[in-house]
């Protein structure tokens, strides 16, 4: 284990372009509300992410989410990284924020996209004026999760997802639970061998630095934060 911390410390953007800016190969990985989630790097290109069965941008805009889960760095040049995605940590995490502020107004309604719509009996599809509302609502069969409805619809998931929120809130849909929900298999790992004696820290992170600025910005404050573990 090379790093450790939260996210309320240490926020998941900064954590991204400390794996850009160093070079890094290895692993972040954050265990969030929804599991274990992970987010991968090669050379500092920013190359996968996993979390709550979901992969590539999906997994990391989930990730964006979380914001004081607890998380560690396995900084491992052998490491064998699959490639889900790949982007520049800016371009990604201003991707992740934005999807997460939008979901934060979404969650209480649907707070997970494996629970099945329910149209509440008496409910018609004629007293809606939104037409991506009028869609979801006729693809509702009391059988399909939410994940589901993306097909018969061809919406994104969001905008089911902000449909769904605005049909639960005046009361023509509920959610139940699937029962295949509470069987769901952990993200897998990608196989990491053992971490050589460098580490991180002991890799060169650009030019030599000055000992009177070392200590500032994210670095510093993992360094700082380790050093008191």
């Known amino acids: 284990m090379e790093l450790a911390g939260t996210l309320d410390c240490f926020p998941l953007r900064e954590l991204l ?13 954050i265990e969030g509300g929804r599991g274990t989630g992970y987010v991968g790097a090669k ?3 920013i190359c996968h992410a996993a979390y709550a069965d979901q992969t590539g941008h999906e997994a990391l805009w989930l990730l964006f989410e979380e914001t004081t ?20 940590a800016t371009m990604l995490s201003d991707e992740g924020e934005d999807r997460a502020r939008q ?43 939410v994940d589901d409805l993306v097909f018969p619809t061809a919406l994104s998931l969001m905008d089911i997802s ?16 699937s029962p295949a929900a ?27 630095i000055p000992d009177n600025t ?8 993992l360094s700082q934060a380790q050093q008191r573990g």
């Open 214 to 221: 070392a200590k500032t910005g994210l670095l510093g404050r």
């Open 162 to 177: 902000r449909s769904l929120a605005r049909l639960i809130s005046v009361g023509m849909v509920r959610l139940v639970q």
């Open 69 to 88: 889960a607890p998380f560690t760095v396995v900084s491992d040049r052998s490491m064998k990284v699959p490639q889900t995605l790949i982007g520049d």
């Open 17 to 29: 372009e400390l794996m850009q800016d160093s070079s890094m190969c290895g692993l972040l990985q």
């Open 43 to 45: 050379d500092g290109f």
């Open 103 to 145: 979901w934060r107004e979404i969650r209480p309604f649907v707070p997970d996209s494996k629970l099945i719509p329910v149209a509440t009996p008496g409910a018609s599809s004629a007293s809606l004026q939104d037409a991506f509302d009028r869609t979801v609502f006729e693809a509702v069969d009391g059988v399909s999760t």
């Open 182 to 208: 509470a069987a769901r298999p952990a993200s897998p790992a990608p196989a990491v061998s053992e971490a050589p004696s460098g580490g991180l820290f002991r890799r060169p992170l650009g030019p030599a």
